[in-house]
């Protein structure tokens, strides 16, 4: 028994294309396989059958529109046209006379799809088999001029329509290389039977990529099956090589595209960093609220305050201050990794004044929780100063709450709504208070959970690049303002608590 003869294996080919891709151009050969008993006969028109297919051969240039037999005669019936593009077929075709070859293809503009079948089969898992066996399927019982999805499909999708009902689109034109190897002396009926793919072409405009599927096949065939007969085709690339002023021309237009590209970036991007003023410290604050421990109540949320002392201002008040989302509690921790940006000017010329001593910004802060009762409660306030130093620092602030008696409690754990401080920056030293000291000897207070942050810190000034001792001498007044500002409220909160030790000792005796 004679062996059928293979061909070369169709794998698709991808390549990157460099120039504009209407130069495109394929050629496509097909010739009909010689018999088996060719060397019987002595004529070789005799070794093939003349009453299919001999051979033909087309060199296409890119989304050109070559028609075959059967598309020649349908379009030259005008009530055949319906759409635009089917009444421009019909003025070209009666124009230009055209027959039809054995070799056509469809282009971007044409209705073809190479198949018809479903992606994926039918399947039904295990627990759907039975379950009809166990709960009845709802049906629907109303007949089917009164249902409301009438219409299922959509026989003429619009380009919008089909990118919302996708989650993959890519923006590519296809070409399809098609033959007709139906007997000459049998009229097909049966358009599919009238066609046969050989080649589809997609170019990626996005990424200029082509693929040729199947590749080309150079000095080896491929094979097709026809209605009793088979071929031999080859597919090769023949785009022709341009001159050196298209060469030229190409360089320009790619080098015109690459300048408005850079100008659309410049007009992005800052051509050198923006600089502060003059004698001006810039403080680029990224405040990261990580997480709370050791609460009582879930559902926390942490509110910040910025509090700039004289000296100090910002062209973003809104980043001054901010609030969390609420977080539900695991394992004792909430995590809110919340970050805030905040810019900071120093005016650097009270530097001048030996008498003045300026401090750092406040950070306050404010740890409340609002559970699914709505039941709000304050669970504790911390404040700190601004690390001095540029870098990265992560702290651990230890929160306190103000406390009332019994009633107070019961209200706590059952409404909500407890005490809380009217001015949240008397958690720390208030900016309106000028006074030399600061009274919080009414002031009960429990200890309550911590919160955990990082900062990183950004330091930008003029004055860096042109004086070397500047920077240490700066930061060395501005820590020492910190330092005391920390000393006298340790000293404050030191004279408070003798005091409350002196009344209570009067109350004993």
Request: glycine content about 4%; charged content about 30%; aromatic content about 10%.
């Amino acid at each position: 028994m004679l062996e059928k003869l293979q061909g070369k294996m169709k794998i698709a080919g991808s390549y990157r294309v460099v120039q504009p891709i209407e130069n495109f151009k394929i050629k496509v050969k097909i010739i009909q396989q010689r018999s088996t008993l060719a060397e019987l006969f002595e004529n070789e028109d005799e070794t093939r059958d003349s009453n299919f297919l001999e051979d033909e051969e087309y060199l296409f240039t890119w989304q050109e529109k070559v028609f075959a037999p059967f598309e020649a005669s349908f379009y030259r019936e005008e009530k055949n046209c319906v759409t635009e593009q089917q009444k421009q077929y019909h003025q070209r075709i009666l124009e230009e006379n055209i027959q039809g070859s054995r070799l056509f293809s469809y282009t971007q503009q044409d209705s073809y799809y190479p198949d018809d079948a479903l992606l994926t089969t039918d399947y039904r898992s295990i627990l759907s088999l039975r379950n009809p066996s166990a709960l009845p399927m709802l049906r629907n019982r109303k007949p089917f001029t009164e249902r409301y999805n009438k219409k299922i499909l959509d026989d003429k999708p619009t380009d919008t329509r089909i990118r919302s009902n996708h989650y993959l689109y890519q923006e590519r034109e296809i070409m399809y290389i098609m033959v007709d190897l139906t007997p000459k002396d049998e009229v097909s009926t049966n358009i599919a039977q009238s066609q046969t793919l050989l080649c589809t072409i997609t170019y990626d405009k996005t990424h200029k990529i082509l693929s040729v599927n199947p590749d080309f096949s150079n000095e080896q065939h491929y094979i097709v099956d026809g209605i009793g007969m088979s071929y031999d085709y080859w597919i090769e690339h023949a785009s022709e090589k341009p001159d050196a002023e298209a060469l030229q021309r190409e360089r320009d237009i790619a080098r015109h595209e690459l300048r408005e590209k850079q100008i659309y970036k410049e007009a992005e991007i800052f051509q050198e960093f923006e600089l502060p003023a003059e004698n001006i410290l810039r403080v680029i604050l990224n405040l990261d609220i990580i997480s709370a421990h050791d609460f009582p109540y879930d559902a926390l949320f942490i509110t910040y305050v910025v509090e700039l002392p004289t000296f100090w201002s910002t062209n973003r008040r809104e980043t001054l201050s901010g609030r969390t989302q609420r977080s539900r509690m695991r394992k004792e921790t909430s995590n809110f990794c919340y970050v805030a940006e905040i810019l900071l000017d120093l005016d650097l010329n009270c530097l001048n004044d030996e008498n003045v001593l300026p401090s750092w910004p406040t950070i306050l802060l404010s740890v409340g929780s609002l559970d699914s009762w709505t039941r709000y409660r304050i669970e504790g306030y911390a404040s700190f100063s601004l690390p001095p130093s540029a870098g990265t620092h992560t702290i651990t602030l230890e929160t306190w709450r103000p406390v009332a008696g019994l009633v107070n409690s019961l209200r706590r754990f059952f409404t909500g709504g407890t005490y809380e401080l009217e001015d949240m920056s008397y958690c720390g030293i208030p900016s309106r208070h000028d006074k030399t000291k600061l009274e919080k000897s009414d002031l009960s207070v429990v200890p309550s959970g911590s919160v955990k942050l990082r900062m990183s810190i950004v330091h930008q000034s003029r004055s860096f690049t042109r004086e070397r001792g500047f920077r240490r001498d700066t930061f060395e007044r501005l820590s020492a303002g910190t330092l005391m500002s920390s000393v006298n409220n340790v000293l404050e909160q030191f004279k408070a608590a003798r005091e409350r030790m002196i009344r209570a000792r009067a109350v004993f005796t």
